[in-house]
């Protein structure tokens, strides 16, 4: 999930950055001149909503990918949510402010995990997948008050889910 997160924020930050750089034009020297380039063209029509959206597109009908950045993000929020669950019982003895902040980490992995899984339910032009990735992002959301919940069998059912969407089961 947060591996999702990390992508999403990364190719966010790449694309607004590559926007943001298009049109800082140096000024041509009498020496050396600046000549345009088809990169700086390339990067900011990166950053167009409408290339963004023509990406999307192409991205939905691409059920495996969509299946496969699915696997990954739950798997990496496997791995987050175990960390932090332990940081969050550990954190009892330190008192009731490295509590909050521990709980306030693990609700924002879980959040996070949740969010991902709708998101990629609304991408996916699947029926079934759609269905699966959203029923997963309802059922983590459900989770976030008890973390207690959230155990190796709930994320079996969770991943059993998204396997059988995907055909894999």
Request: proline residues 3%.
């Given at each position: 999930?947060?591996?999702?997160?990390?992508?999403?924020?990364?190719?966010?930050?790449?694309?607004?950055?590559?926007?943001?750089?298009?049109?800082?034009?140096?000024?041509?020297?009498?020496?050396?001149?600046?000549?345009?380039?088809?990169?700086?063209?390339?990067?900011?029509?990166?950053?167009d909503p409408a290339v963004a959206a023509s990406a999307d597109a192409a991205l939905s009908a691409d059920t495996k990918a969509i299946c496969a950045q699915a696997?990954?993000?739950?798997?990496?929020?496997?791995?987050?949510?175990?960390?932090?669950?332990?940081?969050?019982?550990?954190?009892?003895?330190?008192?009731?402010?490295?509590?909050?902040?521990?709980?306030?980490?693990?609700?924002?992995?879980?959040?996070?995990?949740?969010?991902?899984?709708?998101?990629?339910?609304?991408?996916?032009?699947?029926?079934?997948?759609?269905?699966?990735?959203?029923?997963?992002?309802?059922?983590?959301?459900?989770?976030?008050?008890?973390?207690?919940?959230?155990?190796?069998?709930?994320?079996?059912?969770?991943?059993a889910k998204l396997a059988k969407a995907c055909g894999k089961s």
């Amino acid at each position: 999930m947060r591996r999702h997160f990390a992508a999403v924020a990364a190719l966010s930050f790449a694309l607004l950055g590559a926007g943001c750089s298009g049109g800082d034009k140096q000024e041509p020297t009498a020496a050396a001149p600046t000549p345009a380039t088809d990169t700086a063209a390339a990067t900011t029509a990166a950053a167009d909503p409408a290339v963004a959206a023509s990406a999307d597109a192409a991205l939905s009908a691409d059920t495996k990918a969509i299946c496969a950045q699915a696997e990954r993000t739950g798997e990496s929020f496997g791995t987050n949510f175990a960390a932090d669950y332990q940081v969050f019982k550990g954190a009892k003895a330190q008192g009731a402010e490295a509590r909050a902040r521990a709980k306030e980490k693990v609700a924002r992995t879980v959040d996070g995990y949740a969010y991902a899984l709708l998101d990629m339910s609304k991408l996916t032009s699947d029926p079934s997948l759609k269905k699966a990735l959203a029923s997963m992002g309802a059922q983590v959301t459900a989770l976030k008050g008890d973390f207690a919940k959230i155990d190796d069998k709930q994320l079996a059912g969770i991943s059993a889910k998204l396997a059988k969407a995907c055909g894999k089961s």
